[in-house]
């Protein structure tokens, strides 16, 4: 074999070579773009799925919330009525009871003073501190009225007698007794005086 066939030979296997080698490469590099492309496509449907995810997550969040408020404020709600209904069927309890402890005290208050000492009233005494200290535990205050400015929210006029300039709308006299009940929040009148005024 010559010097220039052996070249050409030489020079033919190294353009196969190289054909070769850029055969392989490029091969290489599309099955890698393939890859990378399909990574990219499984990255994207990654993303979507997270981002459904999170959605999900934030409006549950939203609900979980929501139900949260919704629920605190039928607590709410349900324990203001439960109070509201406590207090009213107290207060209702306490007025059935007001004549009953007026027509007590009154007993008490117009007992002639030679009975006051005597035996058989001792229990009547005892009766009457218990019964306004029963009304003090109860937060319950009897208001007086005689001789106040008539006020039309806590004092109800029964009759009127006529009076100088000096004390006209003010109260002469109680037939019955002004009751205040106090709450922590609030006083509320539970019974309205009824009054005499000097007119």
Do not use: C, G
């Not at 207090?87 to 007001?98: A, C, R």
């Not at 002639?112 to 200290?133: G, M, Q, R």
């Amino acid at each position: 074999m010559t010097k220039n066939k052996k070249k050409k030979i030489i020079d033919e296997t190294k353009e196969l070579e190289q054909e070769l080698q850029n055969e392989l490469e490029n091969t290489e590099i599309n099955e890698l773009k393939s890859k990378i492309k399909e990574l990219e496509e499984e990255k994207q449907k990654l993303e979507r799925k997270l981002q459904e995810q999170e959605e999900i997550t934030k409006n549950t969040q939203l609900q979980y919330l929501t139900l949260k408020n919704d629920f605190n404020s039928y607590t709410n709600r349900v324990k203001e009525q439960e109070k509201k209904m406590k207090d009213d069927i107290f207060e209702n309890v306490i007025l059935k009871l007001l004549p009953t402890i007026e027509l007590m005290t009154l007993s008490y208050d117009t007992l002639p003073e030679e009975f006051k000492n005597h035996k058989w009233t001792e229990w009547l005494t005892i009766l009457h501190k218990k019964i306004l200290s029963l009304l003090d535990e109860l937060n319950i205050s009897i208001i007086p009225t005689v001789w106040e400015e008539i006020d039309d929210e806590k004092h109800e006029i029964i009759w009127t007698k006529p009076w100088d300039k000096k004390n006209k709308w003010k109260i002469a006299a109680e037939v019955k007794k002004w009751y205040i009940i106090k709450y922590p929040d609030r006083e509320k009148v539970l019974q309205a005086a009824k009054v005499l005024i000097w007119e």
